[in-house]
């Protein structure tokens, strides 16, 4: 069966969408069949895997409508018509990664999904709107065969948000090493088990719903903390102690308020204080793989454009990020086969 992973913090700037990337990418070219999900109305994700075909891609009549939104859209217009698995496009460089692309519209169902979340469940519309996602997801992993989907979302704590978390099974957050990270991990600890103590309540709501809600909660998988300097190989100065005060928050206080809702693996499966990397700023190779539309990992030799000592560091550089997210997802893998 297919896992659903959220990469999920409220707080802006953090990877997000760089880190379902790259985590997807590597994990495809393991052999794993993978969905990414852009449910980000800024079609970040969407933007980055099409790059020059952004445009092409939501002006030609056969792909115009092969987006999250159109693909819910029969549920929060009340349609007749069953949701159904959209096209999704398929990476020429990774025969093994599909996309779910975004749409920009998408916080057009912000309000109605606020209110099917909120409001009395009288009204059966209301009850399939929240499994709606859901539905339409689980639609394109049988479509498409997938083993794992990584779905990246805004960096904001509306209802859309709230779903993707409730119907996914694990989720990562993505973390840097400052100040307002810390402060976005605190308040997680308080937000996500509200989240779940509000699915415990009204599960019952949606048992008579078209687009089920599924009744299980994510389970944590582990922080990525990155975007950082390094200095004589170690994080420099002030990110050091913030690198460990991330560490500090997640092991004392996030985990521990989460388990009460048991949204966490078994202890023992978990290292480094539920750090899963510890990934240094991407710098130039960055800038590369957003020119070729695609992740650092997937970047080659013959990707780097320059010669001699910098390009032997560069080299040297690229082997510590793709040995990174080579560890994530083998944990990945080991959680959940």
């Known amino acids: 069966m297919a896992k659903k ?163 996914s099974d694990g989720f990562i957050i993505p973390t840097n090493p400052d100040l307002f990270c810390k402060m976005a991990l605190n308040s997680l600890s308080y937000i996500l088990p509200s989240w779940a103590k509000w699915k415990n309540n009204n599960i019952s709501n949606f048992t008579n719903a078209a687009y089920s809600f599924p009744a299980h909660l994510p389970q944590f998988i582990g922080t990525i903390i990155q975007r950082f300097n390094i200095r004589n190989g170690k994080a420099a100065g002030p990110y050091k102690d913030n690198i460990h005060e991330i560490k500090e928050i997640t092991k004392n206080k996030l985990v521990p308020e989460i388990q009460k809702y048991n949204m966490t693996f078994d202890v023992e499966k978990y290292t480094n204080d539920y750090c899963l990397a510890e990934i240094k700023d991407f710098a130039s190779l960055g800038q590369t793989s957003q020119q070729l539309s695609i992740p650092v990992v997937a970047l080659t030799e013959a990707d780097i454009p320059n010669s001699g000592v910098i390009k032997e560091n560069l080299m040297s550089t690229l082997s510590d990020f793709q040995n990174a997210f080579i560890n994530i997802c083998n944990t990945i893998i080991l959680l959940y086969e």
């Open 5 to 167: 992973i959220l990469l999920f913090n409220h707080k802006g700037g953090v990877s997000k969408t760089t880190s379902t990337y790259n985590i997807g990418w590597k994990l495809a070219e393991m052999g794993k069949r993978v969905l990414l999900v852009d449910a980000d109305p800024q079609c970040n994700l969407t933007s980055f895997f099409l790059g020059t075909d952004f445009d092409r891609f939501y002006d030609e009549p056969d792909t115009q409508n092969q987006n999250i939104k159109n693909g819910v859209d029969p549920a929060f217009q009340g349609s007749p018509n069953p949701i159904k698995a959209v096209d999704c496009k398929n990476h020429s460089r990774n025969s093994n990664l599909y996309l779910l692309a975004g749409h920009m519209n998408l916080s057009e169902l912000e309000a109605q999904l606020t209110f099917a979340l909120t409001a009395s469940m009288s009204l059966s519309s209301l009850q399939n709107l929240p499994g709606s996602f859901n539905e339409l997801i689980e639609k394109t992993i049988q479509k498409y065969e997938i083993d794992y989907v990584f779905i990246d979302v805004n960096p904001g704590l509306g209802s859309i948000n709230q779903v993707m978390f409730l119907i």
